[in-house]
């Protein structure tokens, strides 16, 4: 299966800070991105979807203010969480679509703790 | 609109025993079915997909589902538990363009020696 990165794993932030996540696909061209949450012992909840080169679109209920997705590039899209609080503290997954009617692929993961 | 709901939160079993994670789902088209394993802090891995080919789909580490249009269930089944098998599994529904996914709510499975 072809391969998607997060970056970072982890992060701990302070209150009110800006956290950036990138997702990145190794060994593909990715034209739709998909950015998850995932509360502890929950399931995932689709935030946004983001296609190369236009805005994202943010599922109801989700602060495209404060949940700035990117996707410059085939191969990169970014998730910055902005003046971050500690409820936004979460486990947070992209997913890289190749083209339409395949499969996605998941990367690892970004946990991130915002005391 | 689609739903997918997972019958059990949690599962329990003896290793070497057989294994039925429950899933039933809602489409009002026919749907692309998928079962998901999540290790602790870990991402999403495929263990199979259905895509209206063969009703009885084989997936990697021995497991497998069944579609059933009738019963609108898609369960997944491994004959035999691995204690590696201790995880986190979401079954999820999409459109035919896989450009949404809906997760269950997961089914935590547990293996005990």
């Known amino acids: 299966g072809a391969v998607v990165s997060q970056h970072p794993s982890w992060v701990i932030c302070k209150s009110g800070t800006s956290v950036k996540i990138e997702c990145r696909s190794l060994d593909f061209q990715a034209t739709t991105m998909f950015w998850y949450r995932q509360f502890p012992k929950q399931s995932l909840m689709l935030m946004a979807t983001?296609?190369?080169?236009?805005?994202?679109?943010?599922e109801q209920g989700v602060e495209k203010d404060k949940f700035l997705i990117n996707h410059a590039s085939l191969t990169l899209s970014t998730l910055t969480v902005t003046s971050a609080h500690p409820e936004d503290s979460s486990f947070y997954i992209c997913?890289?679509?190749?083209?339409?009617?395949?499969?996605?692929?998941f990367g690892q993961g970004t946990r991130l703790t915002v005391v | 609109a689609q739903s997918v709901t997972q019958l059990d939160s949690h599962v329990s079993v003896s290793e070497g025993t057989p294994v039925l994670l429950r899933c039933n789902y809602s489409s009002s088209y026919s749907p692309s079915l998928f079962w998901y394993v999540q290790h602790p802090n870990k991402g999403l891995q495929l263990l199979l997909k259905y895509t209206s080919a063969a009703t009885l789909v084989k997936g990697i580490n021995g497991f497998e589902a069944e579609f059933k249009k009738s019963e609108t269930s898609f369960h997944l089944t491994k004959p035999s538990a691995h204690m590696s098998d201790a995880a986190e599994y979401f079954c999820?529904?999409?459109?035919?363009?896989?450009?949404?996914?809906?997760f269950g709510a997961g089914t935590r499975l547990a293996v005990h020696p």
């Open positions: 997913s890289g679509l190749r083209t339409v009617n395949t499969e996605a692929f």
């Open positions: 999820v529904v999409s459109d035919q363009s896989y450009n949404k996914l809906i």
């Open positions: 983001s296609n190369e080169g236009s805005k994202a679109t943010y």
